[in-house]
């Protein structure tokens, strides 16, 4: 079955920078599209960042342009989420994000919490 796992999140200072990761197993990951949303507290879960699963594409929500990176590694199934200049705002849940066979797919999400 489908399983994606999210791993990176933690406590870091405003300016710092994080990675996360998303393993993800189940389906054939190269064909698909992946996906980063996050969920601050009391928001609505949003989309920030897309990767193709063919081409490799990327799209950015405006608010993390510039600052976030996402990037894929097929041969590991795994995508990940380079975050610079982090700042309180970014603090939130992030969850990767699969649509495979016409069905959404989370991972349990990972919580990254920006403050000094």
């Known amino acids: 079955q489908v399983q994606l796992v999210e791993s990176g999140g933690g406590l870091v200072q405003p300016g710092r920078s994080l990675r996360l990761s998303c393993a993800a197993s189940g389906f054939t990951f190269s064909s698909y599209d992946m996906n980063w949303y996050r969920q601050a507290p009391g928001q609505e879960r949003e989309l920030i960042a897309a990767?193709?699963?063919?081409?490799?594409?990327?799209k950015y929500t405006d608010s993390v342009k510039g600052r976030f990176t996402i990037s894929r590694d097929n041969a590991k199934n795994t995508m990940y989420l380079q975050m610079n200049s982090l700042k309180p705002e970014d603090t939130a849940v992030y969850y990767c994000?699969?649509?495979?066979?016409?069905?959404?797919?989370w991972g349990q999400g990972t919580r990254v919490t920006v403050s000094s």
């Open positions: 994000n699969a649509r495979v066979l016409l069905r959404n797919y």
């Open positions: 990767i193709a699963g063919v081409g490799g594409s990327t």
